[in-house]
């Protein structure tokens, strides 16, 4: 199972990202998927998790208002876009897929660096 993730990159403060997140080497069929996020020096963090089945959402709070999660099951990937950026969301942001059976598969991550 592979998980890639992409899209991260400098933006101002302010500015907004699409992080996109895929899944292949295997076949889902019910599973969630999360985004978390590690700054330097602090622990890694969850962002927001969506249900493959019922699409149910749910952010951390010190991002709820300005991402939003989203899925494309057909493709077995996950979307996180990120509005009104601020420096304090500067971090790798890694992709987490978890299935029915306890299976838990992580991308390397991809840098989002909100600098002016």
């Known amino acids: 199972v592979r998980i890639v993730e992409s899209g991260g990159g400098l933006v101002q403060p302010g500015g907004s990202l699409r992080l996109s997140c895929v899944a292949s080497?295997?076949?889902?069929?019910?599973?969630?998927m999360s985004w978390y996020r590690q700054a330097p020096g602090k622990e890694r963090e969850w962002v927001a998790v969506?249900?493959?089945?019922?699409?149910?959402?749910n952010y951390a709070d010190s991002v709820k208002g300005r991402f939003t999660i989203s899925k494309d099951n057909a493709k077995t990937s996950v979307y996180l876009q990120m509005n009104s950026l601020k420096p304090e969301d500067t971090a790798v942001y890694y992709c987490?897929?978890?299935?029915?059976?306890?299976?838990?598969?992580w991308g390397q991550g991809t840098q989002v660096t909100v600098s002016s």
């Open positions: 969506i249900s493959s089945t019922t699409g149910s959402r």
């Open positions: 987490n897929l978890v299935t029915t059976t306890r299976n838990d598969y």
């Open positions: 080497g295997s076949t889902f069929s019910n599973y969630v």
